[in-house]
């Protein structure tokens, strides 16, 4: 596996579960990433993988939220 692969999955593991505490949690992904909610799901089912520009936007509201922003 590589470092990206390993960031993906790791990234994608903490927005599954920040999604779970939140009720309405894709959509308000979907919202601030400006994509489809369809688009978070598929993400978080592991039916897609997000592009790295996208990967880079999640890691930075995960990091937002985590802060309590």
Known sequence: MTAI???TKKILKEL???????RG???QVAR????ERQTVA???SGHRT???AHL???ERFLEKKARGE
């Open 56 to 58: 880079s936007q999640l």
């Open 5 to 7: 692969e390993a960031q």
């Open 25 to 27: 949690g894709p959509g």
């Open 50 to 52: 997000p592009q790295l």
């Open 16 to 22: 599954k579960s920040w999604c779970k505490k939140n």
């Open 32 to 35: 601030e990433l400006e994509v």
């Open 42 to 44: 598929n993400w978080i």
